[in-house]
């Protein structure tokens, strides 16, 4: 409410083509909100940036908003507002989302997790499971229509070897339950038989690459094998998703093999416009502004010498059919960072050939690396990738050490609970409060902290208000409220450390409509952990239990709108709010 009006101030002291200049609003120390707009205006209206700022307050209407308005120092202008106009919006606050809500709302097509059948999920895909979740679950509270993309790895000559050793070793066999339980040492075994019979015109190697022609060729045994495959990796998935808490189904899957039939045509269309030409025996398309070390044009391969297609193929199709067939006017690859050139490549490709036109926005969101304590990428001490379901399982068992120890009075069913909440919570918090294209060390100790900027921190304020509000008698009456105090409550707000709550609580619509503009997660992860941190100052100041009848109604109804914002950002992070810690 405050920036539409500092631009109309500006726009009217300067001219209608100022108008959408950013007012560079900041917090301050001297006031509620700084405005530093004429900084940045000073040099552009020929003012100094103290006359520039006079000029912007002159124009100034906030009556009613601001009790103080004063222009300090080189130009800056200190808002002070109302206690009373916070205090009316503070008990007006839209449902969880709502006021974040704008137009325009886009059709979102969102690809992330994307894991390979046959092989185990490890901690490399947390990141884009955990980011990409948490992008659509804003994305869908901000009104936006969100399709989920599970862009998994389900074709391809490794399969060959894959059905190869199925066929092999039989359905019901141990190997074959390994698909569920230990994917990679299927995969593995796969491979060593592979590599061993190299030779052996007759032995396995050979097998498994006529499985591969028979498996493009549609032949029915080998589909059928390739099905089972598929399924079996997709109970492993969803065990992994349940874990997490993702929001990822069987109907979000669009693997590779969705446009296996599509590819060749593909390539004669790319071929027949002059996109792409064949280079060294490759199909391939040379997208302006790419090149190698060698300042010569990168090339995308589209087909490879041998006639089969790639990443790159699949990927330029899968682009299209989420354009013409989804109809996304916004398209987000939530994938790791070394893809970014291999991804812009793809983009622009698909621009040259109108399949990604102008009107629709295509982002590739980079997800960093996870790091060890030795800062090099997280592995096992074998020197293996990091199983995702193990590391879970890690967390899970430390939360229920330090509960265990801390709440015996619980039942074992609660305590089993809040340790998967705080555990997977501790994980998932910790990687969403780190920028998501920066790399962070992966350190169990200080996710699972009380204190910082963790998931158990946000977590323990949640359930310390469901504690306070227990107490009362009246948690249902504030959980159930859609919006502002409880219904015939008013929250007011007289104290520092209420003002400075309820302030914060302002931010909460603003905060989510970042996150989704600029897709960073991190962002909600901090507000949440400065509104436990304001929350907590405040019931050190301010009694509510103990305080006198309409005193003590005002901060119950306080500590009901704090806790739904702490568990439905939280739950926008895809993560729990536990009743008891």
Not at 256 to 263: M, P
Not at 531 to 538: K, P, R, S, V
């Amino acid at each position: 409410m405050v920036v539409p009006r500092v631009q109309a101030a500006i726009a009217h002291a300067f001219g209608d083509e100022f108008r959408d200049t950013d007012p560079v609003i900041r917090p301050s120390q001297f006031a509620d909100i700084q405005v530093n707009a004429a900084m940045a205006l000073a040099r552009n209206v020929g003012l100094p940036p103290r006359d520039a700022a006079a000029r912007i307050v002159e124009a100034l209407d906030l009556d009613g908003i601001c009790s103080l308005v004063e222009v300090s120092g080189p130009g800056f202008i200190n808002l002070t507002l109302d206690g009373s106009w916070i205090q009316e919006l503070v008990n007006a606050a839209e449902p969880v989302g709502d006021g974040a809500r704008q137009a325009p709302l886009h059709r979102v097509v969102v690809d992330y997790s994307s894991p390979n059948v046959a092989k185990e999920m490890h901690v490399g895909h947390l990141r884009t499971t955990v980011v990409g979740d948490s992008i659509v679950r804003v994305l869908e509270a901000l009104g936006h229509t969100v399709i989920r993309q599970n862009h998994i790895g389900d074709w391809g000559t490794p399969f060959g070897m894959l059905i190869e050793h199925w066929l092999e070793v039989g359905e019901d066999s141990p190997d074959a339950a390994l698909l569920v339980d230990d994917p990679s040492a299927f995969y593995q075994t796969a491979r060593a038989k592979f590599d061993a019979s190299a030779a052996d015109p007759a032995g396995f190697a050979t097998r498994a690459r006529l499985r591969v022609v028979a498996l493009q060729a549609g032949d029915p045994e080998t589909f059928a094998v390739w099905q089972r495959l598929v399924a079996q990796s997709k109970r492993y998935f969803n065990a992994i998703y349940t874990m997490l808490g993702i929001s990822l189904t069987d109907d979000h899957i669009a693997g590779e093999s969705s446009y296996d039939a599509h590819l060749a045509q593909l390539c004669q269309e790319l071929q027949e416009r002059g996109i792409a030409r064949i280079s060294e025996g490759a199909l391939c398309t040379f997208p302006a502004g790419f090149s190698g070390r060698d300042g010569e044009p990168l090339p995308l391969i589209i087909r490879k010498s041998d006639g089969g297609y790639g990443y790159g193929t699949t990927d330029l199709a899968t682009i299209r059919h989420r354009v013409r067939e989804l109809e996304a006017d916004r398209v987000l690859y939530v994938v790791g960072a070394p893809q970014n050139v291999h991804l812009r490549m793809v983009m622009a490709t698909a621009r040259d050939a109108g399949w990604l036109p102008d009107t629709v926005e295509a982002t590739h969101v980079q997800i960093g690396n996870v790091l060890g304590e030795d800062g090099k990428i997280l592995k096992s001490r074998a020197g293996n990738p990091v199983k995702l379901m193990a590391l879970l399982e890690e967390a899970v068992d430390r939360a229920r050490t330090v509960i265990d120890a801390s709440r015996p009075e619980l039942s074992d069913a609660e305590r089993a609970v809040t340790a998967r909440q705080v555990g997977i919570g501790a994980v998932k918090y910790a990687d969403l409060s780190t920028g998501h294209d920066t790399e962070y060390v992966f350190d169990f100790d200080r996710m699972l902290a009380l204190t910082g900027n963790t998931g158990p921190y946000v977590q323990y304020a949640a359930a310390r208000i469901r504690s306070i509000l227990r107490k009362a008698g009246n948690l249902d009456r504030h959980l159930g409220a859609a919006a502002g105090a409880a219904p015939g409550t008013t929250i007011a707000v007289v104290e520092p450390a209420e003002r400075a709550l309820a302030l914060h609580l302002l931010e909460y619509n603003s905060t989510l409509q970042k996150v989704g503009e600029l897709l960073e997660p991190h962002r909600l992860c901090a507000y949440l952990f400065e509104l436990a941190q304001l929350f907590t100052a405040f019931y050190e100041q301010c009694p509510v239990l103990k305080a006198e009848d309409t005193v003590r109604e005002s901060r119950l109804a306080l500590c009901g709108l704090v806790l739904r914002r702490l568990s439905g950002g939280l739950d926008l992070l895809g993560i729990e709010t536990p009743e008891n810690m």
